[in-house]
């Protein structure tokens, strides 16, 4: 088992498996030093998990598990694209909230995925990253996250 995923399990994640996009576009893009990992949601494989708008017929928590489940399905494409361990920081985060025109805790939900990535990589490997509503996301999925992380060229 990775290193990563050891710590990952420790915190109480678990990796689910990966899946392909639902478009046209791809996972995933590997340029030297960096992985763009497409928007990804809240699903495990092709089911949906979270849906819904934060606010409306979702709690904030329940925002914030949807993220952190996010977070868990863009890690488990990087690692089925180049492996975790090669993975030195999560270095841009954007993610998207569907949520009601009022909303304002979208960093509360995002919060989630930092969790993620900080109990994967360590809290020196956590993102700069913004959290932005909006009134719908595809397939009404709660949250939409797109990721790049800095990668060593060679795996360690």
């Keep these: 088992m990775s290193r990563v995923k050891a710590r990952l399990e420790a915190a ?56 952190r489940l996010t977070a868990l399905n863009a890690l488990a494409i990087l690692d089925a694209a180049i492996g975790l361990d090669r993975v030195q920081a999560c270095v841009r985060m954007f993610g998207l909230v569907c949520a009601t025109p009022d909303f304002t805790e979208h960093m509360d939900v995002l919060a989630g995925a930092d969790e993620v990535i900080a109990a994967a990589f360590g809290p020196q490997a956590r993102p700069a990253w913004a959290a932005v509503g909006s009134p719908c996301l595809p397939v009404r999925i709660a949250v939409e996250i797109e990721s790049v992380f800095a990668v060593s060229s060679l795996p360690t």
């Excluded at 990966?18 to 893009?29: D, L």
């Excluded at 699903?43 to 606010?55: A, H, Q």
């Design 12 to 67: 109480g994640f678990k990796l689910p498996p990966p899946f392909g996009p639902a478009g046209t576009y791809v996972s995933y893009v590997e340029t030297p030093g960096y992985v763009f990992v497409a928007g990804v949601g809240p699903t495990e494989g092709r089911s949906l998990v979270w849906t819904g708008r934060v606010g409306e017929t979702l709690s904030v928590a329940d925002g914030r598990q949807a993220a």
